[in-house]
């Protein structure tokens, strides 16, 4: 069989608008994400029983069940609830923020709990209040020990955008079937895309990578 | 949201016009996940074991590829590596295995499924089994080669076993990760769990999607829920006394 290059180049406009919309999603679902997450672990490690269990229940929730099924939840309900047609492509930006919350909640409750204790009573014993503490001692902290963490997470979640294409969005694998199916080339168009994520993911992992090791040598 | 009629019981109700029931279709579905679930993780199972433990061999050539292997497999995704086993395979294979496997492959989509689904968490399995390699002490393979072991005796008898006990936890994840990750499967057409229900609330009963894949969420929950007891009752099981996490009796 031949590889019609010249069909890649004819159509790297739809693709780079379907890369671009994947790369947004993941920017924006990271950073929606890891603000939800952290107040999420700040509630879970609470001592206020409700705001504790209600957080955990969240977590284990969302952890539990394939991110496809919460795709279809949220693709169905979110027009149900707000009575408009929001689409695929918007209902999906959402979804992520939601269900990624869940699994960054993890990661920086995890930086949190390896902050030791006395730096909590430092806080404390500065006058600050709760939300002092956290936001200039405890968050700082944990943050930095976690970063390469929220990384991987972040490369996991690129990946995971392509699920969107099962309810139709226009991501970087929406584009590439969309184009497939018309012209017939599905060869070219999942090599492609495969060819993309895998450069896109490699090249990540290896930078968090390095990034890692610099944070193991300064402390 | 005022005017929506729930039916908590839609899923006794008869498909309109098939003689099946939509419960039916729910248990078929599950039957599918489960299916592609386990055999996929057989796949896992035993080939992520090999090539996580090939990557701590100290052959620099097979390890490498072994490397190669795991990094290919974990940088695309599922969905992507589904297309490629299920659209692109048939297309570049030759002529005549090519059309086997459209025309005359049995379950063309499950075996695909289990395949694709196999394979990519076989790269994780590995990540895992070599993470509990890498933790046990040097001591352990030069104590197994100071006794006169070969390299495959010392894996056989000392590194591996201790090695599979450290990482029972993540690939406790692992096995939860295979349920989740063969829903996936729909999108080659297997008629799993999320197929079914998107089925169901899509064409068959639109009018009341959050009954039914309320029901569909439980049971994952309850999926979810069930390895996870199974795999802390293994790792009750296997736990050497007074090491690692286990041996507190």
Not at chain 1, 74 to 82: D, E, G
Not at chain 2, 181 to 203: C, D, H, K, W, Y
């Amino acid at each position: 069989m031949d590889f019609n290059f010249s069909a890649i180049v004819d159509s790297k406009d739809f693709l780079l608008e379907g890369l671009k919309y994947s790369l947004t999603l993941t920017l924006f679902a990271t950073f929606f994400g890891i603000v939800f997450g952290t107040l999420l672990a700040m509630a879970r490690l609470s001592s206020i029983k409700p705001l504790n269990l209600a957080a955990s229940a969240y977590v284990n929730l969302f952890r539990s069940v394939p991110l496809l099924l919460v795709i279809f939840w949220f693709y169905i309900l979110v027009p149900l609830i707000s009575g408009v047609q929001v689409g695929a492509d918007k209902s999906a930006y959402i979804t992520f923020a939601i269900f990624e919350a869940a699994y960054f909640c993890e990661i920086i409750r995890a930086g949190i709990q390896s902050i030791s204790r006395g730096q909590v009573s430092a806080g404390q014993a500065m006058g600050f209040t709760y939300a002092q503490n956290m936001r200039y001692v405890i968050l700082p902290q944990a943050f930095r020990n976690v970063v390469p963490l929220l990384l991987t997470q972040t490369i996991i979640l690129f990946q995971d955008t392509s699920l969107v294409y099962v309810v139709g969005a226009t991501d970087l694998l929406g584009a590439a079937s969309k184009i497939a199916n018309r012209d017939y080339i599905p060869v070219e168009m999942y090599v492609t895309v495969a060819v993309i994520y895998f450069t896109i993911s490699f090249v990540l992992s290896r930078l968090v990578k390095r990034l890692h090791t610099a944070i193991a040598v300064i402390r | 949201m005022g005017q929506y009629q729930w039916n908590w019981g839609i899923i006794l109700e008869e498909v309109y016009g098939t003689g099946e029931y939509y419960y039916q279709w729910l248990i078929t579905g599950l039957g599918w996940t489960v299916a592609t679930a386990l055999s996929a993780w057989v796949i896992a199972l035993i080939l992520g074991s090999l090539i996580g433990t090939v990557r701590t061999m100290p052959n620099k050539w097979l390890a490498g590829l072994a490397t190669a292997y795991v990094e290919l497999f974990r940088n695309i995704p599922l969905i992507v590596q589904l297309f490629l086993w299920f659209f692109v395979l048939p297309e570049v294979l030759p002529e005549q295995m090519g059309t086997w496997m459209k025309q005359d492959m049995p379950m063309p989509e499950f075996i695909t499924a289990v395949i694709g689904l196999g394979l990519f968490t076989s790269a994780r399995v590995a990540e895992q089994v070599r993470t509990g390699i890498m933790a046990l002490p040097r001591g352990q393979r030069y104590a197994g080669q100071a006794l006169g072991f070969t390299l495959g005796q010392t894996y056989r008898y000392v590194l591996l076993p201790m090695a599979f006990r450290i990482v029972i936890p993540p690939l406790t994840s692992e096995f939860m990760n295979v349920f989740k990750n063969s829903a996936v499967a729909l999108a080659i057409g297997v008629t799993e769990l999320t197929f079914q229900m998107r089925q169901i609330t899509g064409e068959y009963a639109p009018g009341n999607p959050i009954e039914v894949m309320t029901m569909v969420s439980v049971i994952y929950l309850i999926m979810a829920f069930s390895v996870n007891r199974l795999m802390a009752f293994i790792e009750r099981r296997a736990q050497v006394p007074g090491y690692i996490s286990g041996g507190s009796k």
